[in-house]
C-alpha cells in the first residue's frame, strides 16, 4: 500500500499543499479538484482516494486555493464559483505533475466533486492529449459551458437519486458531452452520498472507470 506524503504543489506563482501517494508500478495517477468551500483534508475525497489506491492508482489531493485565498473565498465566496480560474489553477497542478520525474511517466485523470467537477471538465477540455479520464462525483457540469463539447476524455458522472436538480443538470450535461462517457445514479443517495453504502458505490464506480481508461498497477493487470 502506498504511503502518503506532504508536497508543495507549484502552480505559477501559487504554493499549494498537496497530498501525494502512488503505489508501485501504477500506470494511472489522478488528481482531485475538491468542491466549494473544501480542501484536500475533505473525508470523502480521502476515502475515494484510498479507495483508488487499492485499485493500483496513484492520486494526488491539493489546495485548489492558497491560504490567502481561502481566507478572501470564506468572506466573499467569488473564487469558489470561478470556474475558469479553477480550471486554470488546475491546468497549473497538471503541468507540474507532467514535470515531476516521479509522475510524468503515468496517464492522468481527473476526478472533481461539485464545482471542482466543472473545473476538471474545463482543464480537461484544455488538454485534450494529456487527460484520459474524468469522473464527476455530484458535480456540477452544467457550469463547464460550452467546454462540455470540446471534452474528449472518457467521462463518468455519478449523482444521488435524491439530488433532485444537480441530477437534472447533470442529465442535461451527458447530452451535451461528445466523449465517451456515462451516467451512473446512487439510488436514495443524496448530495453528499452519507447514506450507507453510497459513497462506496461512488468509490467503486470512480475505480472502475479510472482502471480501465488510465490502467491500474501492473501486477494487477498481469492476474487472470
Do not use: C
Not at 502506498?2 to 501559487?14: D, N, Q, S
Not at 520525474?101 to 481527473?110: A, W
Not at 468509490?203 to 501492473?218: E, H, I, N
Amino acid at each position: 500500500m502506498a504511503m502518503e506524503r506532504e508536497v508543495w504543489v507549484k502552480a505559477g506563482e501559487a504554493r499549494l499543499g498537496g497530498t501525494l501517494a502512488v503505489p508501485e508500478r501504477a500506470q494511472g495517477l489522478v488528481i482531485f479538484a475538491h468542491g466549494s468551500g473544501s480542501s484536500r483534508h475533505s473525508p470523502r475525497n480521502r476515502y475515494v482516494a484510498y479507495s483508488l489506491r487499492m485499485a493500483g492508482l496513484g492520486t494526488l489531493l491539493f489546495d485548489l486555493l492558497t491560504e490567502d485565498e481561502e481566507a478572501e473565498d470564506a468572506l466573499t465566496a467569488g473564487l469558489r464559483f470561478d470556474i475558469g480560474f479553477l480550471a486554470r489553477r488546475l491546468g497549473k497542478v497538471t503541468d507540474w505533475v507532467f514535470q515531476h520525474p516521479e509522475l510524468s511517466r503515468r496517464r492522468v485523470g481527473y476526478f472533481g466533486s461539485s464545482t471542482g467537477a466543472a473545473a476538471a471538465l474545463v482543464a480537461a477540455a484544455d488538454r485534450t492529449e494529456a487527460i484520459g479520464a474524468v469522473v464527476s462525483r455530484g458535480g456540477r457540469p452544467d457550469l463547464a459551458g460550452d467546454s462540455l463539447e470540446r471534452v474528449q476524455a472518457p467521462t463518468l458522472l455519478i449523482v444521488g437519486g435524491a439530488d433532485d436538480i444537480v441530477l437534472d443538470l447533470n442529465q442535461e450535461a451527458l447530452e451535451r458531452l461528445h466523449s465517451p462517457k456515462a451516467l451512473e445514479v446512487i439510488p436514495g443517495a443524496t448530495h453528499l452520498f452519507p447514506e450507507p453504502g453510497a459513497l462506496e458505490r461512488v468509490a467503486k464506480l470512480a475505480g472502475d472507470w479510472f482502471v480501465r481508461f488510465l490502467g491500474g498497477a501492473l501486477e494487477l493487470e498481469a492476474r487472470p
